[in-house]
């Protein structure tokens, strides 16, 4: 057995439709004065908003991030709405781009000046703040409620910087599917690709573990099954359920075997020419599993029985044509992109050296050029 390290921050997972409706106790339980809630703008106008100053109380400040991957200028806003006064209670509800933003903006607070100075995958200090962190998704996707980890857009756009801390983790996720229902069915079916790539990349990267390895067989199962029901139908809580109890695994299972080239694409494309980080993985994960299938041994075989393909590419191929993201890569880029760019920036990924199968930047740019067609539902065929 390869040595390896499992890590998981987050205290308390409670899972049950209406959970929203538990956060009084919570905040009461931990004697909670001043509550604040960082809000992902889809809901700002809503009645959730409402509900949520019900729950906490009067004092409660709100503050809506806008519905984008964040960069560091919305991160900075929400860092000065915490600063503005004390708050001994962060309850952050959205898709990842408010998770994430909530995160890092809370530890700005507690690690004045740059934002820099503690972005950093490892071996960087953050001073903890002494607030409780609550995080509840309404999306089933990136997990970053249990994630150690927050993806940020630099000022410019040309590269994302990656924020890593146990103290950055929330203590409780708050898990309740009925917040997951007014989700578009785009959106359902690129988050819910995203947590597809987060369990295929973590069960298969040379850093998959024991430990993982279970979660991510769990997360593909559950969400094998159950992302194209929520995405065919949208108040179907039982489905949305299993794809956010899904989305959190898959997150338990990256967090410590991290993720693969598919993820090194999507970085590339969101950062050059902001692709949305679902979509963009669901281009990519067919084609970058086709590549890696000599690499894939016995866990090939599992992930074609989990998905229903004679290959893991072509299962996963089949699921992303059933929700509606079979796409050919030129309609999301603008004309004249540069291909050999994205290919030269997707080899800076720190997912490279996790991948099953070791690409060159050749390697990548084939693999780019297959995603300007799409499959079809049918095998990926790469010839690489
Ligand atoms: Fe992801």
Redesign the pocket.
Known sequence: MHPFTFLHSTRRVIFAPGALDRLADLAKEHGVQRPAVVLDGYFATQPLRDRLVALLGPATRVHPVPQQEPDLRIVESCRAFLAAEPFDMLVAVGG?SAMDAAKVARMLVSNPGEASAIAGPVGVRMRPHASLLVCVPTTA??GSEVSESSVIAALDGSYKLIFRSAEMTASIALLDPTLTTSAPAGVTAASGY??V??AVEAFTAKTANPMTDPIALAAMESLARHLPIAHAEPGNVEARGACLVASMQAAIA?NSAN?GIA?AI?GALGALHHVG??LA?ALALPWTMAFNQPALGAKGETIARIFGGRSAAEGLSKLRHRVGLDIALDRVLPAGADYDAIAAGSMKSGQVRVNPRTPTVADMRAILEAMRRPTGGTQPELGL
């Open positions: 990842g996707g990136t995203d947590a790539t987060h990256f993720l993820h999507s980080h679902g993985n």
